[in-house]
């Protein structure tokens, strides 16, 4: 069964330092976008991509996050300079259209 | 904005039992409403989709209900088993894609 794949699953940063979050969706998927969960509260939305350009994005994704999909398979969030705040899992997700989303298994990002 | 509300303490449930989830949202109704498994450390796993439209939604032992005038659909679980034990996730969507989830809220089926 076709997945969505995330990397790392884990990363651990200090505070200030940039991090890229990668993924790769589900290959013939054509909306891709990024949710965070920070430990025991709801899943987020962030951001989502469509056609090479971000369709929609919450008041969390502020000008220090930036989305990209440099190549056909692989859709990264860029977090600037990164806060103790931005610790929390990111999963990335695919749909083919308004229907079910597929989730990856999650990055736990730990800012340190 | 959308808001959705899950019973946030846990439902424990004998092997066997229906489970039964509640699901209310407070503002406009949603186009679609979505039900997700999510385990520890896990991302969510779609199971269940239901249009406004649609009153009933099957597969397998579980079962989605939409009321649009009580702003509500329950999730059941027919047949429980520990293997069903997890937090379970509602989410709406219209027409953009962007999901709004609930809090969740986490079954444990005993043996």
């Known amino acids: 069964e076709p997945e969505v794949t995330q990397t790392p699953s884990h990363q651990v940063t200090q505070m200030g330092q940039e991090v890229i979050l990668r993924c790769v969706p589900i290959?013939?998927?054509?909306?891709f976008y990024w949710y965070r969960q920070i430990l025991g509260q709801k899943v987020e939305f962030l951001v989502s991509?469509?056609?090479?350009?971000?369709?929609?994005k919450s008041e969390i994704f502020d000008d220090q996050f930036s989305v990209e999909r440099p190549d056909g398979s692989n859709f990264t969030l860029k977090i600037r300079s990164t806060k103790l705040e931005d610790s929390a899992m990111y999963f990335c997700?695919?749909?083919?259209?308004?229907?079910?989303?597929?989730f990856g298994q999650g990055t736990r990002l730990t800012v340190v | 904005s959308q808001k959705i509300e899950q019973n946030s303490e846990a439902l424990n449930i004998q092997e066997g039992k229906t489970a039964t989830l509640t699901c209310n949202y407070t503002n406009y109704s949603p186009a679609y409403l979505q039900w997700y498994r999510q385990d520890p450390g896990r991302g969510p796993v779609f199971l269940l989709l239901?249009?406004?439209?649609?009153k009933e939604k099957r597969k397998e032992r579980l079962k989605v209900t939409f009321d649009t005038t009580l702003k509500q659909s329950l999730f059941h679980i027919t047949a429980s088993q520990p293997a069903d034990s997890a937090t379970y996730l509602c989410?709406?969507?219209?027409?953009?894609?962007?999901?709004?989830f609930g809090g969740g809220t986490r079954l444990m089926v005993k043996p």
């Open positions: 997700a695919s749909t083919a259209g308004v229907a079910e989303a597929f």
């Open positions: 991509f469509y056609n090479n350009e971000i369709s929609e």
């Open positions: 290959s013939n998927h054509l909306y």
């Open positions: 989410a709406t969507n219209n027409a953009g894609n962007m999901l709004t």
């Open positions: 239901i249009r406004e439209n649609e």
